[in-house]
């Protein structure tokens, strides 16, 4: 036994492998909470019945870290003192799937601690016969977003991801689904678990929202989202087609611009269309504005949007088929 540790450990540095499973028979996915069945049979199907099969939680240098179940002829190792206190009450194996050689076990209430590799080793079959299997524990929780400071043309936001795993890749994204540009996210580790912080500086007023992935369990939160005004800046405006009785319009709306905007209709050749005055609306210092005008041929319509004051323009475009 001495002698085939060193053979291991050169073995782990030559790999470089850094779990223990050298080759995973399978890999568990479960959420935090929730059961998780880890399966093992052996090559041959074997009636397990009267049988010796044990579980073991591994290092990653192969070293057992924990006894986690065993099945010996129905004693069980629940009633030995040898099981981890971590899988006191937790684990148990399948009476009915014996016969058809089947050593799996579930694992209740799994948590993110539970992650890990496996083994589920037949000691006493012949050739003797040894399984790994990886487990990982997920939780994901929901992102938390901030301003954490505002200036009259830039903010400086924030997102916090408590208690994830594994460690999600967090960014912030605007509107449109662009991914932000953000500074290094500062990663710490809080027991099993990760704790990320994502800043970024914004510098135009939209609607940013803040999305954790885990790659390894397939994963993404749900957005959180958080409306940023800053100085004012419109964004590009929302067009639309309306069919009303007096025949086709075109309609620009702008939210929450400041100084207030001036919207034109125009046509291909950068000619305005005639249009009634806009729908102003105001809110806490910055305009809602709606621009409707009648169109009679068929062209590629642009809704400009100028803020003099702020030298900024922006503009979205409408194709209208006549033939409506
Ligand atoms: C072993 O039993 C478990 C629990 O019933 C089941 O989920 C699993 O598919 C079985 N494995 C095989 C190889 O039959
Ligand atoms: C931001 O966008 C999301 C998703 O489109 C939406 O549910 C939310 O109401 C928006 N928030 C604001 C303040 O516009």
């Given at each position: 036994m001495m002698k085939q540790l060193p053979l291991l450990l050169l073995f782990s540095l030559l790999t470089g492998k850094l779990s223990a499973c050298t080759h995973a028979v399978s890999r568990v996915i479960a959420t935090e909470g929730t059961d998780a069945v880890l399966p093992c049979s052996p090559s041959t199907r074997v009636n397990l019945q009267d049988k010796l099969f044990d579980w073991k939680k591994v290092g990653q240098g192969g070293e057992t870290l924990q006894e986690v179940f065993m099945y010996d002829s129905a004693v069980y190792y629940e009633r030995n003192?040898?099981?981890?206190?971590?899988?006191?009450?937790?684990?148990?194996?399948?009476?009915?799937?014996?016969?058809?050689?089947?050593?799996?076990?579930?694992?209740?209430?799994?948590?993110v601690i539970d992650s890990g590799s496996?083994?589920?080793?037949?000691?006493?079959?012949?050739?003797?016969?040894?399984?790994?299997?990886?487990?990982?524990?997920?939780?994901?929780?929901?992102?938390?977003?901030?301003?954490?400071?505002?200036?009259?043309?830039?903010?400086?936001?924030q997102c916090l991801v408590r208690g994830a795993f594994p460690e999600p890749k967090v960014e912030w994204w605007d509107s449109s689904g662009n991914i932000l540009p953000a500074a290094e996210p500062h990663v710490s580790k809080a027991g099993d678990s990760y704790d990320v912080i994502l800043q970024t500086t914004v510098t135009k007023t939209d609607n940013y929202?803040?999305?954790?992935?885990?790659?390894?369990?397939?994963?993404?939160?749900?957005?959180?989202?958080?409306?940023?005004?800053?100085?004012?800046?419109?964004?590009?405006?929302?067009?639309?087609?309306?069919?009303?009785?007096?025949?086709?319009?075109?309609q620009c709306e702008i939210l929450g611009a400041s100084p207030k905007p001036l919207l034109q209709w125009k046509d291909s050749s950068g000619n305005i269309v005639p249009a009634a005055e806009p729908q102003v609306s105001e809110r806490g210092g910055s305009y809602d504005l709606i621009l409707q005008t009648t169109v009679t041929k068929t062209d590629n319509y642009h809704c400009v949007v100028t803020q003099e004051e702020i030298n900024h323009r922006t503009e979205a475009e409408i194709y209208v088929s006549a033939q409506w």
């Open positions: 003192s040898g099981q981890s206190e971590q899988f006191k009450g937790r684990v148990s194996h399948f009476q009915t799937e014996l016969k058809q050689g089947n050593a799996s076990i579930i694992i209740r209430k799994t948590k496996y083994t589920c080793v037949f000691p006493r079959l012949q050739p003797r016969q040894e399984f790994c299997i990886e487990l990982i524990v997920g939780a994901s929780p929901e992102p938390y977003v901030t301003i954490l400071e505002e200036s009259k043309d830039r903010s400086l936001l929202s803040c999305v954790a992935t885990q790659e390894e369990i397939n994963h993404q939160t749900k957005p959180a989202h958080i409306y940023v005004h800053l100085n004012g800046a419109a964004t590009k405006p929302h067009v639309t087609i309306l069919k009303t009785e007096d025949g086709l319009k075109v």
